[in-house]
């Protein structure tokens, strides 16, 4: 993790794409590309999503204001004390990209919700092997 003071901060500097890159334990590799704003310390770091592209359904909400939460800082809601690790949770079931690293001989319920997975709503749970969060500049230009 670079952090998310730091991403705040480089956020803060103009626009940027969120890409999501997930791969499951069977090497097929997927993505998915948002538009987004991160709010600062004050805001819990609330992240907002639109969604660009993609090779793999939604999983997060889109236009919704998620809070980062982690079990110790959890208002609201037991997702991450449910769920190690922090992440932007609105419904525990969608995604958690920052969970335990559960490989797949642990299959049973109650594991998979410590690991890794990506959920969409009208989907089945995708268990990772590994997953790589980016952010890049919309205006690719500016780097010339």
Known sequence: WLGLKKIYSITQQGSYLL???LQDWRGNRRHIEY???LGGPSTNFTL???RMSGSIPNALPEHAELRFSTGDTASGHSCPQSHPGGWWHSECEETNLNGKYVTPRSRGRLDRGKGLYWKPKKGRYYLLKSTKIMIHPTDLKSFD
């Open 35 to 37: 538009s987004f704003s």
């Open 19 to 21: 890409r999501i890159e």
């Open 48 to 50: 907002q999503l639109s």
